[in-house]
Nanobody, 120 residues
């Protein structure tokens, strides 16, 4: 019904930048929150940043001042601009969205993940 597809991952040197994108498609009536989580090998998935439909933003402390989340509601797309990357930012990054479908059901959807690897 609803698909989230991330892109933009890859290998980057420490101190570098990367921009992730996530496009939602399918039977979408509206999207409330959109956000990014990440999961490093052997660790639990953790919240990175979220943005509501009216632009209220939350950042995890470990990315404040380095990452910027934004969204284009017309394109059902959320972005994560990552600057000053550190090796500890290496993880699979997952897009998440709270979507209300045309059948008026609301569910949380996840993308398949995109790998970001930061080399020292």
């Amino acid at each position: 019904q609803v698909q989230l597809v991330e892109s933009g991952g890859g290998l980057v040197q420490a101190g570098g930048s990367r921009r992730l994108s996530c496009i939602a498609s399918g039977s979408i009536f509206s999207i409330n929150h959109m956000g990014w989580h990440r999961q490093a090998p052997g660790k639990q998935r953790e919240l990175v940043a979220t943005i509501s439909s009216d632009g209220i933003i939350y950042y995890a402390d470990f990315v404040k001042g380095r990452f910027t989340i934004s969204r284009d509601n017309a394109k059902n797309t959320v972005y994560l601009q990552m600057n000053s990357l550190k090796p500890e930012d290496t993880a699979a990054y997952y897009c998440n969205a709270l979507v209300t479908t045309f059948s008026r059901s609301s569910n949380s959807y996840w993308g398949q993940g995109t790998q970001v690897t930061v080399s020292s």
